[in-house]
Every structure is written in structure tokens, then in C-alpha cells.
T-cell receptor, first 116, second 111 residues
Framework: GAVVSQHPSRVICKSGTSVKIECRSLDFQATTMFWYRQFPKQSLMLMATSNEGSKATYEQGVEKDKFLINHASLTLSTLTVTSAHPEDSSFYIC????????????FGEGSWLTVV | QKEVEQDPGPLSVPEGAIVSLNCTYSNSAFQYFMWYRQYSRKGPELLMYTYSSGNKEDGRFTAQVDKSSKYISLFIRDSQPSDSATYLCAMSTAAGNKLTFGGGTRVLVKP
């Protein structure tokens, strides 16, 4: 079964509103989680590394004020897309590492965001 | 040049054939190598995980890593139509670290 859970799996929102996506590690603690974005027929693009208890590390070109990441506990990280625009419509996926030193990385089921 | 190169395909094979996938990379610091399968509109599913060079077998799947050539492979034996998906190679420099992905190869297994 899934070891990393994402919610919601699909969300539609209006332009200008904010949307929160949750990523949970099931039955294990993850001090680090990762957020990716994927456009159709393209590979995953790392957006940021979410660190429990500290600020997230964003990849170059990713707006930290637009994509707010909170890693409030060892099993939960959230991604909030603020003031969403149609160009933010995409597939967002999180991952977390399980096992010794977190070396086995599992992905969530992904969240489809459509901004209208 | 991308850090990880992967032929996008599509790769079309008849049912029962061996599917051969590979990736090349440029960063010699990569130590951990993974293969993921991704169905349309779903999150990637971990298939194989390998540390450093060598071979690893799990059921119909065999993963090979040749660090001297910076080349990794995934073989799928007795392919099934349900194996039709996009296969992504991924690698990292340290355990639990961020992954660098190949672009993915789309595979189609025809009945």
C-alpha cells in the first residue's frame, strides 16, 4: 500500500485564491520531504525541499512567496499555492524517504490543480 | 547538457518481450539509483533501488548500475500490457537526498 499520502488528489480553484496540498508519511517519520511539479508529458521538476522544524529550501526559479511550504511535524508537509493563476495549473507531487537514512524515496499519489 | 539523459521513446514491444531501458548521467557523485514507474495522472511508483554499482533482481525486473560508464539499465522480462507506462530513472548523491530525474521513457506493451 501507499506509504506517502497526498490530499486532495484533485482540486479546482478560482484565480486569486489559495490552495493547500497536504503530504503525509504513513507509519514512518520523515524529517525531509520533497515537492515536485510535473507538466504533461514531462518529467518531475523539484520545487523545494521541506525540512521539519525549519525553512524550506527552494530550487532556483521557484517563488518562495508563492509556493509556501510548511513542515509542521515529522509526518506532514503542506504546500500552499498562494494567489493562484491559471499558469499554476499542474500536477504537484510530494515524496519522503523511508528506511535507514531515508534512502528509499516514495512518492505520493499526486495532486492535480486546475486554476480557472 | 542534462545531468541525466533518458530516451523519451515511445518504446513499443509485443507482449512477452524483454523491455530494455537505460539512462546515462554526468555527475560522478551519484551513489543511489532508482527506477520508478508512472501511470498517467498518477504519482511515481518505486520499482527498484540500487546503491552504487552492481545488479539487482526483483521478480521480472532487473536493475544494473555501471558507475564506471555512468550508465544504468532496467530490464523487464515477460512484459505485460499492464507494464505500459512511463519509466523514470532517478539518482541522488546521498541517502534521503533530492532526486535528479531522467526525462522518462514511455513504454507500450502490445497484446
Amino acid at each position: 500500500g501507499a506509504v506517502v499520502s497526498q490530499h486532495p488528489s484533485r482540486v479546482i480553484c478560482k484565480s486569486g485564491t489559495s490552495v493547500k496540498i497536504e503530504c503525509r508519511s504513513l507509519d514512518f517519520q520523515a524529517t525531509t520531504m520533497f515537492w515536485y511539479r510535473q507538466f504533461p508529458k514531462q518529467s518531475l521538476m523539484l520545487m523545494a525541499t521541506s525540512n521539519e522544524g525549519s525553512k524550506a529550501t527552494y530550487e532556483q526559479g521557484v517563488e518562495k512567496d508563492k509556493f509556501l511550504i510548511n513542515h509542521a511535524s515529522l509526518t506532514l508537509s503542506t504546500l500552499t499555492v498562494t494567489s493562484a493563476h491559471p499558469e499554476d495549473s499542474s500536477f504537484y507531487i510530494c515524496s519522503a524517504g523511508q528506511g535507514e537514512a531515508g534512502n528509499t524515496i516514495y512518492f505520493g499519489e499526486g495532486s492535480w490543480l486546475t486554476v480557472v | 547538457q542534462k545531468e541525466v539523459e533518458q530516451d523519451p521513446g515511445p518504446l513499443s514491444v509485443p507482449e512477452g518481450a524483454i523491455v530494455s531501458l537505460n539512462c546515462t548521467y554526468s555527475n560522478s557523485a551519484f551513489q543511489y539509483f532508482m527506477w520508478y514507474r508512472q501511470y498517467s495522472r498518477k504519482g511515481p511508483e518505486l520499482l527498484m533501488y540500487t546503491y552504487s554499482s552492481g545488479n539487482k533482481e526483483d521478480g521480472r525486473f532487473t536493475a544494473q548500475v555501471d558507475k564506471s560508464s555512468k550508465y544504468i539499465s532496467l530490464f523487464i522480462r515477460d512484459s505485460q500490457p499492464s507494464d505500459s507506462a512511463t519509466y523514470l530513472c532517478a539518482m541522488s548523491t546521498a541517502a534521503g537526498n533530492k532526486l535528479t530525474f531522467g526525462g522518462g521513457t514511455r513504454v507500450l506493451v502490445k497484446p
